[in-house]
Structure formats: C-alpha cells, structure tokens
C-alpha cells in the first residue's frame, strides 16, 4: 500500500513537470527598454538569415532566448510591450501582424488576435515588402534541383510566380533594394526583377568567380562578402575593389556589414586558424567601422564585435553581442543596450 501510495505521487510530481514544461515558457521575457520613433521603411537588412530583430513604422519586434518555447517581444510607439507565442526567427514585421518561417513553412500571426496563419509549404528564404512576400522555394529532386521566386500579395491573398531557375542554377541570395527584387543564382548571375512589372527582368553575368555567400546592392553597384573578405563590384563596368579593413594574412577573419547608399558597416573579428580550429585573436582592428564606399575611408566607431548588425530608417544602427541587442549612434558613437 506504501510503495503503491509513493509510486502514484511519483506520477503526479512527473505530470506536473510535464505540465510546467509545456505551457509555461521558461526563462525571463525579454523587454526592450526603448520607445521607438516612426521610421521610413528602407529596406538594407538581409532577412535570409535568421534574424531576431525587425523595426517597422513605430514597431520593434526582439525573439528572446527561452528553454523550451519561442517567444517574440513586440514594443510599439505608445510603450505597449506584448509578447507572441511560437514565432521564431527568421521573421519579420508586416502590417498588424508577423510573417515568420517555420520548418520551411510560411505563417503569418496577427498581432491583435494572436491567430497564427498558413502561407505556403516548402519556403526557403523571404522578404516582406509593402503588402507583397517575396519568398524562395526549397530545391528538390521532382523540379531537377532548381527553385522559383515567388510573390505572394497579403491583401489579394494571391500567389504567382516571378522567376523560375535553371537545372542546378537554383537562386542562393535574393535583396530588395529601392523598388526592385536583385537575385543571385549558383552560377554568379545577378537578376534584377522591377517588382511592378515582373516580366521586365535584367540577366548580368557576375564576373566573380562562385556566387558570394551575402551580398548586397549599394546604390549602382554591388557589395558582397566571399571567404571573409569584402568586394564592392561595379556592375556595369565589372571592376571591382577589395574592401581592406585588416591589412594582415589572417584568414577565416569573421565580418558582419550592412549598407545603404552612402555609408557601409562593418564589424571586424581577427582570427587565426589551428588546424581545423578557428580562434579569435586580439587586434586594433577589431570593432565596429564605418566606411564610405566612394572613397573607402573608414573611421572606426567603438571596439565591440558584433554578431550581427540591422540598419533601419535614415541611419538608424542596431547590433546583437550574444542573445542582447544594443543602439549604436553612430555619430556620437554611444553603445546603449536596450534587451533585459
């Protein structure tokens, strides 16, 4: 009767467990301890990756850190902090609500009523602009290993298709720069689609040697990141020049950057390798640079490193060190941390 009674209050303390695991969301909820301003939407960010920060109109969404859920702090123009359930990077913000990707599928979830919506199966990479999705779609063995671009338009609930590779020349990277979708496939060619009329689309030959890992359009010409070095490529002559913010052979150098028109930002980590082992070594360089890109003179900002960097509005500079997000002023070079 004893063992019986010991063995049904193990049970119970074990449902318990079950329970606090599964409704309740471990660890702190993140806040961000600003109030942001309305902004004009510019598009610089790479949201391909797996982004945890997005700033939209007088909204600031952060993904906080949780053991067992995924959690999204949403911080709006009047001070209201609220948090969404299940939204995990990447994401980002759109009217009334966030569209994020999970396990290659494509959700939306609406702010006010927290109900989370089905886009489309089998998303790769995507991007919200205005009222549109812009969205990749996973490789596979039935489409002979090429993707498609597609657009998918919020209000009309519409989707169609916008490019379509090649056998084994699916697209890698894809940015939205000004009004138009830019697109590089496996094989350095850089599509450029108007994304008001889809069908006028622009093929140049990349004179680069593999497809860079991230890139980006600055103004007329093209900024992009290939084995740890940064090269802004001129699109229409094909000259190209090499971004130096080390003058030394450390390879493997870890480099974050983001742009816009008149300024690039980069954050510098020195390395050295060991076999297969990749350390980080103390350097003058390492930081945070600005740079202009007509004269590529650099002044250096602070010496945090950065693992990541988001650039919002006229020149608003955002960096995340760990699972913390920080402000960067880059004129008064002020370093504020705005997550707890």
């Known amino acids: 009767m004893k063992k019986s009674r010991t063995v049904m209050v193990l049970v119970i303390f074990l449902i318990c467990i079950v329970m606090l695991i599964c409704f309740i969301p471990f660890g702190k909820i993140t806040e961000l301890k600003t ?83 089905h886009i489309a199966d089998g998303v790769n990479g995507f991007m919200v602009y205005n009222d549109l999705i812009i969205y990749s779609t996973v490789s596979d063995e039935s489409k002979d290993f090429r993707n498609e671009l597609r657009k998918y338009d919020m209000s009309l609930k519409t989707d169609m298709l916008i490019y ?76 190209e020049e090499r971004v130096i913010i080390n003058e030394s052979t450390y390879v493997n150098d870890k480099v974050r950057f983001i742009c816009n028109d008149s300024h690039i930002y980069v954050s510098f980590q020195a390395t050295k390798t060991n076999g297969s082992i990749v350390q980080n070594i103390d350097d003058e360089n390492n930081g945070l640079w600005s740079i202009n890109p007509t004269t590529l003179q650099k002044n250096k900002i602070c010496s945090e490193v950065f693992d990541r960097l988001y650039l919002f509005g006229d020149n608003l500079l955002f960096g995340t060190i760990n699972d913390d997000l920080y402000s960067i002023d880059t004129a008064s070079k002020h370093i504020a941390k705005i997550t707890e």
């Open 35 to 117: 109030t942001p301003q309305p902004i004009n939407e510019i598009n610089y960010n790479n949201y391909l990756e797996d982004n945890r920060f997005d700033y939209k109109g007088d909204s600031m969404a952060w993904n906080g850190s949780s053991l067992f859920k995924s959690l999204l702090t949403v911080c709006m123009g009047n001070n209201e902090q609220l948090e969404l359930d299940g939204v995990c990077a990447p994401f980002q913000l759109a009217d009334g609500g966030v569209v994020y990707r999970k396990d290659h599928t494509l959700m939306y979830v609406d702010i006010d009523t927290k109900k989370h919506n």
């Open 164 to 239: 379509e590779g090649v056998a084994d020349e699916s697209v890698a990277e894809f940015y939205i720069h000004g009004e138009s979708l830019f697109a590089v496939d496996e094989n350095a060619v850089l599509i450029k689609i108007p994304l008001d009329r889809d069908e006028s689309k622009e093929i140049i030959r990349l004179p680069i040697k593999a497809y860079p890992l991230f890139f980006m359009p600055l103004g007329d010409k093209l900024l992009y990141e290939f084995a740890g070095s940064m090269f802004i490529l001129d699109i229409s002559t094909g000259i």
